[in-house]
């Protein structure tokens, strides 16, 4: 007779395909139903927090949903920054773990629907009646919501016989948020109007554009109005003319790009949150510019925008792009005047900094014209998070992740690294982490070699430091020796997993890449470049943050 633990792996294999986990006392039973009953991919990690993220790197990159797995207690304990950047970055997920029994707490037990609570992640508890149903809540759950669920299975009730396991029903998915009533529809006039009579428009996107479908309408748009167009961090990639694109905005911007966003006269965000760093502290737009914001939040997200529309960024953008078709309305001739390749320019950077290592910014330019065209980047957190971004183009928002920054969080890198590749397998997933971040996501090096195989680059921006503290509190004074990390050797131990590491000590050494690439994915390594930089050579959106901080 099926378990608890059957129905929930059989209930979650309907509408999941991949599982990443940690096995342990308190999800053993789960696991060994998905191996013996269910059709779904099991990918293991050696750490929890891996787990969800992994969960989370694989929906970034594929907009599907994932689950995750770890035992109760400390299994649990040890996802519990991993979940909480996944509720701020919005990425649905399941967590499955195991809980207390249902008698109450053994001494190893902690209130684990509290502590999810406290991340912003709610929790489904199983019972012996309703285990396949509470699945389907949960993973409904994630996907209104835009958030992770936890789904706990009590210890006691994980081996209990529940009878014939149910047909999994169909699920059902959030319509998109559509403008309706007549102010909207007056709100969306006023608009259009406006870009119709906008000398120099301004589309600006961001990943929740991407998550809609509004790529194809955004061009629309922008052909129709003549607007120049840029995109955050998280929404390169999105519009499909980028010869009319500035790339991506805020500090990791280049100073040209930035300098005509000001000269906007309307702009119209869609679904962006508009945070402090896109937003470049304020000073992005210019005071003269009219902002309106487009997204399904409540209201605006920044004070500077001036009109709000909410609803779904496509249907938003398709019905301004009916509207100025109604109004006979020509595109301005801005973007025809601009030289956009020019203003997107970046230093280039010498090869060597005065300290007598790498200039961080000539060993990013270098990478980006060796890396496969045909890849997924993810990103850990840390001071190096601007050369990605700067320096590696990307063909759409989803195949740039950077898991870790919505919490400001560092070390959960490596375990990226398998979810692109299970959700993206025929592309080269790069990895860009420091040896800060790296060092804490180490147990999960060995995950991203296994998965990924040749299709694996890991590029560590080593300085011997924790560089966005030395930046920002070393100018301020504060004593530098906690910040400092003795060199590691990333090269050695990525070849203690099976890994080829090669220390790049001058741009020469990145020849390797070149050859890398060359080869047939299926016959080479999995390659980690332990690229020894200096620490003095200041990223410039971390230079507006000392700027704001001072």
């Known amino acids: 007779m099926p378990t608890v633990s059957a129905h929930v792996a059989a209930t979650l294999a309907a509408h999941i395909d991949h599982v990443f986990g940690v096995m342990g006392n308190g999800n053993v039973w789960f696991l060994d139903a998905l191996e013996r009953h269910a059709d779904v991919h099991l990918t293991p990690v050696r750490h929890e927090a891996g787990a969800v993220v992994a969960a989370d790197a694989y929906h970034r990159a594929s907009g599907d949903l994932a689950a995750a797995t770890a035992t109760y207690g400390a299994g649990f304990t040890n996802t519990l920054t991993a979940l909480a950047e996944a509720v701020q970055a919005h990425s649905p997920l399941v967590l499955v773990v195991g809980d207390e029994p249902t008698s109450g707490p053994r001494p190893w037990d902690v209130d684990q629907i509290a502590l999810a609570s406290a991340v912003g992640a709610r929790t489904y508890t199983v019972g012996r009646a309703d285990a396949a149903a509470t699945t389907i809540i949960a993973i409904e759950h994630a996907l209104r919501y835009r958030v992770p669920a936890v789904l706990a299975i009590p210890y006691d009730v994980a081996t209990l016989e529940a009878g014939p396991i149910p047909a999994a029903p169909e699920l059902r998915h959030p319509a998109p948020l559509a403008p309706t009533g007549p102010f909207a529809a007056a709100t969306v006039r006023q608009l259009a109007r406006a870009l119709a009579g906008a000398e120099r428009p301004f589309l600006l996107a961001g990943r929740g554009a991407w998550e809609s479908g509004a790529g194809a309408a955004l061009g629309a748009l922008a052909d129709a109005t003549g607007a120049v167009t840029a995109s955050t961090a998280l929404g390169r990639g999105i519009f499909p003319r980028g010869e009319f694109d500035l790339g991506v905005t805020g500090g990791f911007g280049a100073d040209g790009a930035m300098a005509l966003v000001r000269e906007a006269d309307v702009a119209v965000v ?180 296994r998965v990924a195989g040749g299709r694996g680059l890991a590029v560590v921006w080593n300085d011997g430091a924790y560089g966005a503290e030395v930046n920002l509190y070393g100018l301020k004074g504060v004593a530098e020796a906690p910040m400092l990390i003795p060199t590691v050797d990333f090269a050695g131990l990525a070849d203690a997993v099976g890994a080829e590491g090669v220390v790049v000590r001058a741009l020469a050494d990145l020849d390797r890449l070149e050859t890398w690439a060359a080869q047939d994915p299926a016959s080479r390594p999995f390659l980690l470049l332990d690229c020894r930089i200096s620490t003095t050579v200041i990223a410039p959106y971390q230079q507006e943050i000392i700027r704001v901080n001072s």
């Open 270 to 449: 869609f679904g962006a949150g508009l945070n402090q760093f896109t937003m470049r502290f304020g000073d992005l737009f210019s005071p003269e510019t009219r902002v309106v914001q487009v997204d399904v939040t409540p209201t605006a997200t920044h004070p500077h925008v001036g009109g709000f529309i909410r609803g779904d960024a496509r249907l938003v953008a398709e019905a301004l792009v009916t509207e100025l078709e109604a109004l006979g309305a020509t595109p301005s001739a801005w973007r025809e005047r601009v030289d956009v390749a020019a203003l997107r320019a970046y230093e280039l950077g010498e090869e060597l900094a005065d300290d007598g290592r790498l200039d961080p910014r000539a060993v990013a330019r270098r990478i980006g014209e060796l890396l496969p065209e045909d890849r997924v980047v993810v990103s850990d957190g840390g001071h190096f998070i601007g050369w990605a971004n700067m320096y590696w183009p990307v063909a759409s928002p989803d195949r740039m992740m950077m898991v870790g920054t919505a919490y400001q969080s560092i070390g959960l890198g490596f375990p990226s690294v398998p979810g692109a590749a299970a959700a993206k397998p025929e592309s080269t997933v790069v990895l860009t982490t420091g040896d800060g971040g790296g060092l804490m996501a180490l147990p999960d090096l060995e995950s991203a070699v």
